[in-house]
C-alpha cells in the first residue's frame, strides 16, 4: 500500500512537472519556429530596414511594417484610451456602491459580452460605428471619410475590451480587506477617500495587471478591427484615416499571394513581431506592478 502511493504521487509531480515545462517552452517553441520560417526574409533586409521603413511592394520585393506597426499601435492605445476609464468607474461603482441585484444582472452580461464571437463586434462596428462617423462626427471636424478607419477600430476594439478588462478589476477590488476599509472610515474619512485612498491605492498592482493583459489581447485582436479599419498601408496621425494592424495583415493575406517571392517568409516575420511586441508589452506591466508593490 505504501509502495503504491509512493508510485502514485510520483507519478502526479512528474506530470505536474512536465506540465509546467511545457507551458514554459510554448512560448520559446512558438518564438523559433516562427523565426526559422522568417529567416530567409532576413537575407535581403536588415531588421531596422524591415521595422522602420513604409515601402510595402511584395511584388518588388520590398517589406516595409512600420505602417502595420504604427496601426497596431493607433488601434490599440485608442481602444485603451476610450475602455480603461469605463471600466475603472465600473469596477468601482459596481463592488463598492451598487446594490446585489444590480450586480447580479451584470455579471451574466458582462459573460455574454465576452462570449460573443469577434465577427459579431464586426458586423455591428459596420453597421453602427462605421456610419456614425462617416455621417455625423467625421463633419463635426471637418473630415471626410467613408468611415473605416483607425477610429472605427479603435471604438470596437474597445467594446471588445470592456468585459475583460471590467471582469479582472472586479475581481481585484473584490480582494480588498473589509476591515482596511472600515478602519479608514473609523479615522473620520469619507466613504469616498476610503476608497480613493485605501481600496484603489490597496488594488494599484491588481489594476496594472488587468490594464496590462487586456492591452496585449487587444494588440492581437484580429477579425473584428479587419472589418472596419479599412485595411489600407498608410501611416497617419489622422484617426479618421484607414490604418492596416498587423494581425489584419496576416490574415487577409497569408494562403493567398503566397506565390509571391519572399511573401511567407515576410508574413512569418509579421507574426513573429506580434509575438515580440505582445512579450514586450506583457514585460513591461509586469515591471510595473513590480514597481507599485514596492511602493
Known amino acids: 500500500m505504501y509502495l503504491r502511493r509512493r508510485i502514485i504521487d510520483r507519478l502526479s509531480g512528474t506530470w505536474m512537472v512536465i506540465s509546467l515545462v511545457t507551458i514554459l517552452l510554448l512560448p520559446l517553441i512558438i ?41 497596431s499601435l493607433y488601434v490599440t ?12 468607474l465600473a469596477a468601482i461603482h459596481l463592488t463598492q456602491y451598487a446594490s446585489k441585484k444590480l450586480v447580479r444582472i451584470i455579471h451574466p452580461v458582462i459573460d455574454i459580452l465576452a462570449g460573443l464571437p ?14 456614425f462617423i462617416s455621417g455625423y462626427l467625421a463633419p463635426l471636424f471637418g473630415q471626410n471619410t467613408t468611415g473605416y478607419s483607425i477610429l472605427a477600430g479603435g471604438i470596437v476594439l474597445a467594446i471588445m475590451c470592456i468585459p475583460y478588462m471590467l471582469n479582472m478589476l472586479m475581481e481585484v477590488f473584490k480582494t480588498v480587506p473589509m476591515g482596511t476599509r472600515e478602519a479608514s472610515l473609523s479615522l473620520g474619512a469619507t466613504y469616498w477617500e476610503s476608497i480613493k485612498h485605501v ?3 490597496h488594488s494599484r498592482p491588481g489594476i496594472v495587471s488587468a490594464f496590462g493583459l487586456s492591452l496585449a489581447k487587444a494588440f492581437g485582436e484580429t477579425i473584428a478591427v479587419m472589418m472596419v479599419v479599412g485595411n489600407r498601408v498608410l501611416s497617419s496621425l489622422n484617426p479618421f484615416d484607414p490604418g492596416y494592424p498587423l494581425p489584419a495583415l496576416i490574415a487577409n493575406n497569408y494562403g493567398e499571394m503566397l506565390s509571391i517571392p519572399m511573401y511567407d ?30 511602493a
Open 31 to 71: 518564438g523559433v519556429g516562427l523565426y526559422i520560417k522568417a529567416a530567409p526574409v532576413f537575407e535581403q533586409h536588415t531588421l531596422t530596414e524591415l521595422i522602420t521603413s513604409s515601402n510595402w511592394a511584395p511584388t518588388k520585393g520590398k517589406f516595409g511594417f512600420w505602417p502595420f506597426i504604427a496601426g
Open 118 to 131: 469577434s465577427v459579431i463586434y464586426g458586423v455591428w462596428g459596420i453597421l453602427i460605428i462605421v456610419p
Open 199 to 201: 481600496v484603489i491605492r
Open 265 to 294: 517568409a515576410a508574413l512569418m516575420f509579421a507574426a513573429l513581431l506580434l509575438l515580440v511586441i505582445i512579450l514586450v508589452i506583457n514585460l513591461f506591466f509586469r515591471y510595473l506592478i513590480h514597481k507599485t508593490q514596492k
Open 77 to 88: 492605445v485608442l481602444a485603451f484610451i476610450f475602455s480603461a476609464p469605463v471600466c475603472l
